[in-house]
C-alpha cells in the first residue's frame, strides 16, 4: 500500500466552526488531491497540489483552502463549516497512470 | 469539460456468474487513462484495472476484464467468475496524461452478489 495517511479519519463539528484535514504522504510524489464523496456524485475533486506552495482549485472548491508547506504534507481547511460539507473526503497521490488513495476522513457538520 | 456516466446505479449477479458494468465518457483528447476503481465497505478505494487510450487492446487483470470502445467512448468492466468478496460499489474514472492528472468519476455502480 502506499505510504498516504488521513487525519483525523472521523470528525464531527459544528456550522461555524472552521476544520482542518491532513493528509500525509511518505512516498514524495509531487502531485496530491483533495476529493469530497457524496452519494450519487461519485468523488468529485475539490483543490490539488503540483508542488510545495503550488495548488489550484478542482470543480468544488467553494468553501475550501488548502497549503502545502512541506512535499509530503496536504492540509484541506474548511474556514466556516457548513452543513453542506458533510461528507467523506479523500486524499490522493500519484501520477498519471495510477493514483492512490487514503482511506477518506468522514466528516460531519451539525 | 470531461465527463463521465455510469447508467446502472445498482447491480446483482448470482455468485460465479458475469456480470457487465457499463461507463461512457466524453473527451475532446485522443491520449488519456480510464480507470475502473472498487469501493468496498471499508471505504477504501482500490484500483481494478487501468486502460491506456492509445492502446487498441482491451486490459485484463485476472477474473476482470474491459470492452474499451474508443470510437463509441464507452468503457464497460467484466467481472467473470463473480465471488462474495467482489460485492463493492465500481466507480469509472477518467484521468488526462499530462499535467495534473486528477481524475473525474462516474457517479458509481453498487454491485451485489448473491450467494
Known amino acids: 500500500d502506499a505510504g498516504i495517511t488521513q487525519s483525523p479519519r472521523h470528525k464531527v463539528t459544528e456550522t461555524g466552526t472552521p476544520v482542518t484535514l491532513r493528509c500525509h504522504q511518505t512516498?514524495?510524489?509531487?502531485?496530491m488531491y483533495w476529493y469530497r464523496q457524496d452519494p450519487g456524485h461519485g468523488l468529485r475533486l475539490i483543490h490539488y497540489s503540483y508542488g510545495v506552495k503550488d495548488t489550484d482549485k478542482g470543480e468544488v472548491s467553494d468553501g475550501y483552502s488548502v497549503s502545502r508547506s512541506k512535499t509530503e504534507d496536504f492540509l484541506l481547511t474548511l474556514e466556516s463549516a457548513t452543513s453542506s460539507q458533510t461528507s467523506v473526503y479523500f486524499c490522493?497521490?500519484?501520477?498519471?497512470?495510477?493514483?492512490?488513495f487514503g482511506p477518506g476522513t468522514r466528516l460531519t457538520v451539525t | 469539460a470531461q465527463t463521465v456516466t455510469q447508467s446502472q446505479p445498482e447491480m446483482s449477479v448470482q455468485e460465479a456468474e458475469t456480470v457487465t458494468l457499463s461507463c461512457t465518457y466524453d473527451?475532446?483528447?485522443?491520449?488519456?487513462?480510464l480507470f475502473w476503481y472498487k469501493q468496498p465497505p471499508s471505504r477504501q478505494m482500490i484500483l481494478v484495472i487501468r486502460q491506456e487510450a492509445y492502446k487498441q487492446q482491451n486490459a485484463t487483470e485476472n477474473r476482470f476484464s474491459v470492452n474499451f470502445q474508443k470510437a463509441a467512448k464507452s468503457f464497460s468492466l467484466k467481472i467473470s467468475d463473480s465471488q462474495l468478496g467482489d460485492a463493492a460499489m465500481y466507480f469509472c474514472?477518467?484521468?488526462?496524461?499530462?499535467?495534473?492528472?486528477?481524475?473525474?468519476f462516474g457517479q458509481g455502480t453498487r454491485l451485489t452478489i448473491n450467494p
Open positions: 473527451t475532446s483528447e485522443s491520449d488519456y487513462y
Open positions: 512516498e514524495n510524489h509531487r502531485y
Open positions: 474514472a477518467y484521468s488526462w496524461t499530462q499535467g495534473a492528472q486528477k481524475l473525474v
Open positions: 490522493a497521490i500519484g501520477t498519471p497512470r495510477e493514483q492512490y
